[in-house]
């Protein structure tokens, strides 16, 4: 029998993280990322050549003293100095530029007045043309075939190698940053040139190419080896912004698919589902048997006495004593040493592992009524097989794709099918892959087909050809910036526009590169993860096989064990981690006198409840995950196969709604892969699912009786749905490869004989006897050929 034991449930004591979801942190901390901490002198150095160039030219008095014209005027002499040949020159004044875009902070006393004077001097340089300019120098580095090859053959890069591309990329993120903050007090003029810049961003102005383009050839540039001074936190970065701003965030891609179902006579969204998710609770995570033994011995330990209640049993139910012909491996038996995992102990106790939650003014929560968050969802698909199925049992016969008779059912059968229809929900990729279907069934009579040209299409038009190697590229390096990578010698270095010259001398100085390192690799991870996200919704929602072609390639290239790996570790200790010094995060290091720094204050950390830009990586993780497996039979089961239930489920941890709801979403699909044990052991987490991730009517994914035993043979299907994409791409980007015998016959003689044909050199030696033998000697039948 079960011993007493002695515990009280400290699991559910701890707060909800008091984490807001956005497409970017606040203003300051998007900022403060941009800069390594070991860039620090070198704000003081860009003032420097501002300074330089300001006295020579204008004259004594303040920046912020002077007026429009005399601002406009200087700001155009900066740009036309950035022509000059001089590699020194060119760095000096690049640098006045990024000091007028960091907002000439050496005469502001506040963070909000260096707020002020960012916006109004990036307005001004992007006004007098300076962005473009920027685009020429960076393509001039990119192809700069000497600093490419000496960092080629250099045994340690620094900061020092990639100084140019560094300032010419920290403009144009200071300017993609600023201008995409929507400001309700800006003046009109500065909104015309917002809608303006977005739209050239996004088009093929500068360069031939979206600027996403260029900066995806940066990072395989980057991930060949080629480049290995690439500065790539700025780089993804940056890309992330641009493809932020250009295609928008996660608020305008509800608003696309709400006007996209509109357009295509599609039913309303059932809920909005940024509201929902906003206003949901945390569930308490189930404690598994280690944790809840080790808390026993605590307890005991401090005379806390409490009986156990009675739903914490199922944690200890792990093993079921009766059941000695279950051979299949328990996965939760073991839970925190499975897959080698070291196994970590958890404080419990909330004031051992979080500082109290800073209080909050209460965001609005949308009120529910009792019941579950989401409304049911059915695809015709689910109908027609319910029908099917009910068919072949009461009448013995079946209908194929007739959703309408119902002749024969009895009345329950009846009633569940009017159920059925009253939930049914058609997505936009329905339509669309019909539509496709009907494209490649009837090219001829098919029509044109209305392609808008909206910045997503322009994008991954310009990206359709490389497509692969992004990929491949960005998982390479989001691999070497997670934190459970060892540092092996072949993977890429990322850690380029991190490292100084002069490597540490001192304990100070070491520990402070050591929080600079794993800060810069979380960024990493941040900028990767959110763009991976925010590239798969806007495919989707353009053309699902846009999304399918890169969630393949994502496929192919291991994304899927990847981010499991990635969770493979202390995801609690991950989301709180301390991995930044708030006094030289720009801008407070500009206004602010810097205290001395010491080993305790750096050990001490911040104060926050936890890291922001880690628990959103994790969430926009957990995403890409989802989008990559939902509705595919052969990569869900490639979760069970890499035994992602127990990584998932110690992620549950994690005290935050939308995380949860993330892998609750993950464990949901494989449910009925895992086994009865499996699910006799984890009713909570089974529990947990039912409240919080929406129901699919008649989805037996609980029990699993009709187990889905097909075979699941990952290359057939994969090689389906490629085909798919293929025939897609074929028919909308190769315009040479149409086929032949559909292209339209020209007729006229006037066009056919006026068409100029090269004729080769001994043709035209031989003519005479070309036409005597193939002309004038055949005998032609006059007559016949009238008929």
């Known amino acids: 029998g079960l011993t007493h034991l002695l515990l009280s449930t400290g699991m559910s004591e701890s707060p909800d993280l008091e984490f807001e979801y956005a497409d970017t942190d606040k203003w300051a901390a998007e900022l403060s990322e941009l800069y390594s901490y070991t860039e620090g002198p070198e704000f003081a150095l860009n003032r420097k050549c501002f300074d330089e160039e300001f006295r020579t030219h204008v004259s004594d008095k303040k920046w912020t003293e002077l007026d429009a014209e005399q601002h406009r005027a200087h700001a155009m002499r900066l740009l036309d100095s950035l022509e000059v040949i001089a590699r020194e020159k060119r760095l000096k004044v690049a640098r006045a530029i990024l000091y007028m875009a960091q ?32 685009v020429e120098l960076l393509n001039m580095e990119i192809d700069n075939s000497a600093a490419c090859s000496s ?46 810049f977005k739209t050239e961003l996004g088009s093929p102005l500068y360069n031939n190419e979206p600027i996403s383009v260029m900066l995806f050839g940066m990072v395989t540039k980057f991930c060949s080896g080629h480049a290995p001074h690439f500065p790539m936190k700025k780089v993804l970065l ?195 892959i019909s539509k496709e279907e009907e494209f490649q069934k009837t090219p001829l009579s098919g029509g044109e087909e209305e392609v808008e040209m909206c910045a997503t299409e322009l994008l991954y038009q310009g990206i359709l050809p490389s497509l692969p190697q992004y990929m491949i590229a960005l998982l390479k390096i989001l691999l070497a910036a997670a934190p459970t990578s060892k540092a092996k010698t072949d993977s890429i270095n990322i850690l380029a526009d991190v490292l ?157 709604a939308m995380m949860q709801l993330y892998v609750l979403k993950l464990l949901k699909v494989q449910t009925k892969y895992l086994g009865r044990q499996w699910r006799k052991s984890n009713m909570k987490t089974m529990s947990a699912i039912y409240q919080k991730v929406r129901h699919r009517l008649n989805d037996d994914w609980a029990y699993g009786n009709d187990l889905d035993a097909r075979p699941w043979d990952f290359q057939a299907e994969e090689c389906a749905l490629r085909a798919n994409i293929e025939r897609f791409n074929s028919r909308r980007y190769d315009k040479n490869q149409s086929n032949p015998d559909f292209l339209p016959v020209d007729n006229c003689l006037q066009s056919v004989l006026g068409q100029r044909v090269d004729l080769p050199e001994d043709f035209q030696m031989n003519y005479d006897l070309w036409l005597e033998r193939e002309v004038f000697s055949k005998p032609i039948s006059w007559e016949e050929l009238l008929q």
């Open 103 to 134: 907002g000439t902070f050496a005469e502001c006393s506040s963070e909000a007045e260096v707020q002020h004077w960012m916006r109004y001097n990036i307005f001004l340089l992007l006004d007098v043309g300076t962005f473009s300019a920027l």
């Open 151 to 196: 960092a080629v053959r250099k045994p340690a890069i620094s900061l020092a190698d990639s100084t140019d591309l560094r300032v010419l990329l920290n403009i144009m993120y200071l300017m993609v940053e600023t201008i995409q903050q929507d400001d309700p007090a800006d003046r009109p003029e500065w909104r015309a040139i917002r809608e303006t």
């Open 238 to 432: 940056l890309l992330w912004k641009s493809i932020l701003f250009t295609l928008g965030g996660f608020e305008q891609l509800q608003s696309i698919k709400v006007r996209k179902r509109e357009e295509l006579g599609l039913p309303p969204l059932p809920e909005d589902s940024i509201r929902v998710i906003r206003s949901m609770r945390a569930a308490s995570p189930p404690a598994s048997a280690s944790d809840l033994i080790e808390q026993q011995q605590k307890r005991a330990r401090r005379e806390h006495k409490a009986l156990i209640k009675q739903d914490n049993l199922d944690a200890f139910n792990e093993k079921d004593p009766y059941k000695a012909d279950d051979t299949r491996e328990d996965e939760d038996d073991n839970d925190d040493n499975d897959n080698s995992i070291e196994a970590e102990s958890f404080p419990l106790e909330r004031d051992e592992v979080m500082p109290p939650p800073i209080p909050h003014p209460p965001s609005e929560r949308v009120s529910f009524p009792k019941g579950l968050p989401w409304a049911p969802k059915v695809r015709e698909k689910d109908i027609e097989n319910f029908l099917e199925s009910s068919r072949s049992k009461f009448i013995g016969y079946t209908l194929g794709n007739d959703t309408d008779t119902v002749v024969g059912l009895p009345r329950p059968i009846h009633e569940s099918i009017k159920t059925l229809k009253q939930h049914k929900y058609v997505s936009i990729a329905e339509i669309q």
């Open 500 to 656: 100084p010259e002069e490597m540490p001398t001192t304990v100070l100085q070491s520990m402070k590169l050591g929080v600079d390192v794993n800060r810069h690799k979380e960024i990493i991870v941040k900028a990767i993860s959110a763009i991976l996200l925010l590239l798969l919704k806007h495919f989707k929602l353009n053309h699902i096989y846009q999304f399918e072609y890169m969630a393949q390639h994502l496929v192919f290239a291991n994304c899927i064990p990847l981010i499991l790996k990635f969770f493979n570790q202390n995801i609690m200790s991950y989301i709180t981690a301390k991995n930044s010094i708030s006094v030289l995060d720009f801008p407070y290091c500009v206004v602010h006198e810097l205290p001395e720094l010491t080993a305790e204050s750096l050990e001490a950390g911040d104060n926050n409840q936890f890291c922001w830009r880690n628990l959103f990586s994790c969430i926009n993780l957990l995403r890409i995950l989802n989008k990559l497996t939902k509705w595919k039979h052969s990569r869900t089961m490639m979760l069970v196969v890499f035994k992602s239930a127990p990584i998932l489920k110690r992620a549950l941890k994690v005290k935050q």
